[in-house]
């Protein structure tokens, strides 16, 4: 099996997604044999809004495509414009902070996260969320099939454990 995974926020400092995806598939490269991984990165297309939006949501799906994925993975809210039915698509929802604290966030920053969360978690096959409280959330502000939902706890790095 092929996982293709949005590894955009690679290519900035190491916080939030970036740490998440970062020690994610790290762990998973170590312990998962079998499976192959495949993570395009935005590179200079990541410096700013439009080259993020053409990123999310063409250039990752058509990398997935040519690589022969059987999975998508997309960390954040940045699923492809285009469902490709031979590939499962997975969101994980860290939180809906847009939504909750509009004035932290430019007006094209609210609109695009809104508009890029409702199409995504339409096209995935499986929404990830990471706490009960974001669960809860996304089924109080979206209609959306309990099922589709999984609570998969982030685990804690390494760099956080003391040895005694």
Same mark, same amino acid.
């Given at each position: 099996?092929?996982?293709?995974?949005?590894?955009? $926020?690679?290519?900035?400092?190491?916080? @939030?997604?970036? %740490?998440y995806?970062?020690?994610?598939? /790290?762990?998973i490269? #170590?312990? =998962?044999?079998?499976?192959?991984?495949?993570?395009?990165?935005?590179?200079?297309? @990541? %410096?700013?809004? /439009?080259?993020?939006?053409?990123? =999310? &949501?063409?250039?990752?799906?058509?990398? /997935?495509? #040519? &690589?022969?994925?059987?999975?998508?993975?997309?960390?954040?809210?940045?699923?492809? $414009?285009? *469902?490709?039915? #031979?590939?499962?698509?997975?969101?994980?929802?860290?939180?809906? &902070?847009? $939504?909750?604290?509009?004035?932290?966030?430019?007006?094209?920053?609210?609109?695009?996260?809104?508009?890029?969360?409702?199409r995504?978690?339409?096209? /995935? =096959?499986k929404?990830?969320?990471?706490?009960? $409280?974001? %669960? *809860?959330?996304?089924? *109080?502000?979206?209609?959306?099939?309990?099922?589709?939902?999984?609570?998969?706890?982030?685990?804690?790095?390494?760099?956080?454990?003391v040895?005694?």
């Open positions: 099996m092929i996982i293709t995974v949005n590894s955009r $926020f690679l290519d900035g400092p190491q916080t @939030g997604v970036g %740490r995806i970062k020690n994610l598939y /790290a762990e490269s #170590r312990l =998962d044999h079998e499976n192959g991984y495949t993570f395009p990165r935005a590179g200079f297309l @990541g %410096r700013n809004f /439009a080259g993020k939006f053409l990123f =999310d &949501s063409l250039f990752v799906g058509l990398s /997935a495509v #040519r &690589s022969g994925a059987d999975i998508f993975h997309a960390p954040t809210i940045g699923l492809p $414009f285009i *469902k490709i039915p #031979r590939i499962k698509y997975i969101l994980t929802v860290h939180d809906l &902070s847009p $939504f909750q604290f509009p004035e932290k966030e430019l007006k094209i920053t609210q609109n695009y996260y809104r508009f890029s969360l409702c995504s978690l339409h096209l /995935a =096959d929404v990830i969320v990471d706490s009960e $409280f974001v %669960r *809860k959330d996304l089924l *109080k502000h979206f209609e959306l099939p309990l099922e589709k939902i999984e609570l998969i706890y982030t685990g804690v790095e390494q760099t956080f454990f040895d005694e």
